[in-house]
Nanobody, 126 residues
Framework: QLQLVESGGGLVQPGGSLRLSCGASGSTLNYYVLAWFRQAPGKEREGVTCISRNGGNTDYADSVKGRFTISRDDAKNTVYLQMNNLKPEDTAVYYC???????????????????WGKGTLVTVSL
């Protein structure tokens, strides 16, 4: 059973940066498509970015393109989210998730995620 634990959240001023990490245990991440989601107060959870099993394909929500970067280090069993030029509207609880899309699936996505972390809070404010 894969277990995911996020870390790295906190309070940051607008324009600042944070790097979130999501460490895995119980299985190896290289079997899975990985994604970051977020949920802001009073809003539905949304997919922010995802990365394919081999890291060759990524996708970003329009709201974070050019500011956020997802990466994975399967040797460390960890997925990262580098967030730059943060804005107040980025304030949310951020979740990492893993999905078994099958060995041959070359892309990434946000549906059918099988495992979720408990989230880490990011607050962007003066």
């Amino acid at each position: 059973q894969l277990q995911l634990v996020e870390s790295g959240g906190g309070l940051v001023q607008p324009g600042g940066s944070l790097r979130l990490s999501c460490g895995a245990s119980g299985s190896t991440l290289n079997y899975y498509v990985l994604a970051w989601f977020r949920q802001a107060p009073g809003k539905e959870r949304e997919g922010v970015t995802c990365i394919s099993r081999n890291g060759g394909n990524t996708d970003y929500a329009d709201s974070v393109k050019g500011r956020f970067t997802i990466s994975r280090d399967d040797a460390k069993n960890t997925v990262y989210l580098q967030m730059n030029n943060l804005k107040p509207e980025d304030t949310a609880v951020y979740y990492c998730a893993a999905g078994d899309y099958g060995l041959g699936y070359p892309l990434c996505g946000y549906n059918s995620m099988d495992y979720w972390g408990k989230g880490t809070l990011v607050t962007v404010s003066l």
